[in-house]
């Protein structure tokens, strides 16, 4: 079984920056630099929407319309990482966070294979 372990959340002022991380570990967790990862936040009372998303090589990058130009995703496949830089931060980027990964090498899969738990992340004004 492969672990996703988000870390990094926390209380900012609105403009400041974030650095989300998320942590792959388990039985199929040597296989990490071939997965596909992907960032994903909930807000109360709103569905869970995809924020970015990274292919193996980082040559695929996606993002969503209200992160782009803000957050950068990337990864570090030796530590079996991936990243998501926050900056300019919003009240409405409030959020959990969570971190999403998929070893079957569809790019934007439609439905992740590992799920995090997730991390709080609260932007006041």
């Known amino acids: 079984q492969v672990q996703l372990v988000e870390s990094g959340g926390g209380l900012v002022q609105a403009g400041a920056s974030l650095t989300l991380s998320c942590a792959c570990s388990?039985?199929?967790?040597?296989?990490?630099?071939?997965?596909?990862m992907g960032w994903y936040r909930q807000a109360p009372g709103k569905e869970r929407e995809s924020v970015a998303e990274i292919d193996w090589s980082e040559r695929s990058v996606y993002y969503g319309d209200s992160v782009r130009g803000r957050f950068t995703i990337y990864r570090d496949n030796a530590k079996n990482t991936v990243y998501l830089q926050m900056n300019k931060l919003k009240p409405e980027d409030t959020a959990v966070y969570y971190c999403?990964?998929?070893?079957?090498?569809?790019?934007?899969?439609?439905?992740?294979?590992?799920w995090g738990r997730g991390t709080q992340v609260t932007v006041s004004s």
């Open positions: 999403a990964g998929d070893s079957r090498g569809n790019w934007r899969p439609v439905t992740w294979e590992y």
């Open positions: 388990g039985r199929t967790s040597s296989t990490f630099s071939r997965y596909v």
